[in-house]
């Protein structure tokens, strides 16, 4: 296996005959993340929520790669009907992804609920890739080397899942419930794990986060004082998205990778750095919380996709 310490996308293997599914593709992690998958002759379903967006990013990628295989595809995570077309769309037109990357994310803003009623980071960061997943693990099944990246974030260690009030309705807190749905990724991260490994399916669920990377997650929905630090006076210290993608992009592509893994950046403080594996909290890989997770994942996301 590749060395982790100086691993770049230099390291990644040819990824020609391979789909992948990157969900936020238009800017950000998922733009860097796409535009080194493309790179190494992967087909790429650019998964957005704004079709414009999207085509303008695919048309940036392929200003630099002509010849990149591209294909920009409309996901609402926030809405469980989008998630149900957008899989019946690759069904129809024989698209199998290989590789899911649960990318997308929305980061304190303040509070709001989707029509359904779910606190929109919840929704977005977390239920809409849970029925994601549930929706295309028939088809990754069949993949080649499959997996699912969830991406999720150092804040997973220092958050708790408040499962009596998920929608914020008694106490909301932009960045405490952001730290939740990065929780809810750790959770149902593993807890995929454990479940498609007791099922014997050939598809590998494996975690990553990029540390402090400068994108618009931390200019575009947070308010106040996060807003303030992590969009303006602490953005010097921050990687470059490009860099902040090599986690994800290795726990997709590298051989040796497991399930159940972690990946994040290896300098200090796991901020910044070459990929290398790290450690779950160990409420992520709690089995109580897992099981409960996802019965309430399920409650949550039933009927629609």
């Known amino acids: 296996m590749t060395s982790q310490k100086h691993w770049t996308t230099d ?10 599914v990157v969900t936020g593709a ?20 650019l998964a957005v929520r704004d079709e414009l967006r999207g085509r303008q990013a695919a048309a940036r990628v392929r200003a630099g790669q002509p010849g990149a295989r591209l294909d920009v595809r409309r996901l609402d995570l926030a809405d469980l009907a989008s998630i149900r077309a957008f ?19 929305v980061m304190a803003p303040p509070r709001t609920l989707t029509a359904r009623g779910d606190e929109v980071q ?26 699912v990246v969830t991406v999720t974030s150092t804040n997973h260690r220092r958050a708790r899942i408040a499962f009596d009030d998920l929608s914020g309705e008694r106490s909301y807190s932009p ?3 952001y730290d939740q749905s990065k929780l809810a990724n750790a959770v149902f991260g593993w807890e995929l794990h454990r479940r ?9 669920s494996v975690l990553a986060h990029p540390g402090y990377a400068a994108t618009n997650l931390q200019s575009g929905d947070p308010v ?16 470059s998205a490009d860099r902040g993608a090599l986690p994800q992009l290795y726990a997709a592509t590298a051989p040796g990778v497991r399930g159940g893994e972690l990946y994040g950046p290896g300098g200090a403080g796991e901020l910044r750095g070459a990929p290398k594996r790290v450690r779950l909290a160990p409420r992520a890989t709690d089995a ?18």
């Open 11 to 20: 390291q990644m293997p040819e990824q020609h005959g391979r789909t992948f």
């Open 26 to 45: 238009n800017s950000g992690l998922g733009l860097a993340t796409t535009r080194a998958l493309a790179a190494k002759g992967a087909h790429v379903v």
């Open 87 to 105: 899989a019946a769309g690759l069904r129809r037109d024989g698209i199998r992804p290989d590789v899911l990357i649960n990318n997308a994310g």
């Open 122 to 147: 919840f929704a977005v960061n977390h239920l809409g890739h849970f029925a994601l997943t549930e929706v295309l693990l028939g088809l990754l099944a069949g993949g080649d080397d499959p997996r």
């Open 175 to 177: 960045m405490g419930h």
């Open 196 to 204: 498609l490994t007791a099922a014997g399916s050939p598809v590998r």
């Open 224 to 239: 106040g004082r996060v807003r303030f630090l992590f969009g303006g006076l602490l953005l010097p210290l921050a990687q």
């Open 288 to 305: 109580e919380t897992g099981d409960r997770l996802w019965r309430v994942s399920e409650r949550l996301t039933a009927g629609d996709a």
